[in-house]
């Protein structure tokens, strides 16, 4: 399975941006699809998730109400609109499958996501 993250930019504080991450796996309409984040200096960090049918979703507490998370199965495609940007947002996003996939549990460790993608740089500015 690959994962092609794109959409990363740099913005000014209170900007918004929409990220996305096109996968060419098959079973795409069945996986739980989570989103990553890592700044500079810092450890890789969960962001968001949402299982196969988009019943549920599951936020890191600092992005709740600014990001939101969706996905198009028919274009495998799993997106992560950004609002009111801050600076702390600043980080390279990457998008990955979850391992064990159903429509209730949604992970958040590093170790529970099995494909990744390579990345997309977002820049904040102040």
């Known amino acids: 399975v690959e994962l092609v993250e794109s959409g990363g930019e740099s913005v000014q504080a209170g900007g918004s941006l929409r990220l996305s991450c096109a996968s060419s796996?098959?079973?795409?309409?069945?996986?739980?699809m989570g989103w990553f984040r890592q700044a500079p200096g810092k450890e890789r960090e969960f962001v968001a998730a949402m299982t196969p049918n988009g019943g549920r979703t599951r936020y890191l507490d600092s992005v709740k109400g600014r990001f939101t998370i969706s996905r198009d199965n028919a274009k495998r495609t799993v997106y992560l609109q950004m609002n009111s940007l801050k600076p702390e947002d600043t980080a390279v996003y990457y998008c990955?499958?979850?391992?064990?996939?159903?429509?209730?549990?949604?992970?958040?460790?590093?170790?529970?996501?099995?494909?990744w993608g390579q990345g997309t740089q977002v820049t904040v500015s102040s």
């Open positions: 796996g098959r079973t795409f309409s069945s996986v739980t």
């Open positions: 990955a499958t979850q391992v064990y996939s159903d429509s209730f549990y949604l992970a958040t460790q590093e170790t529970e996501f099995a494909y």
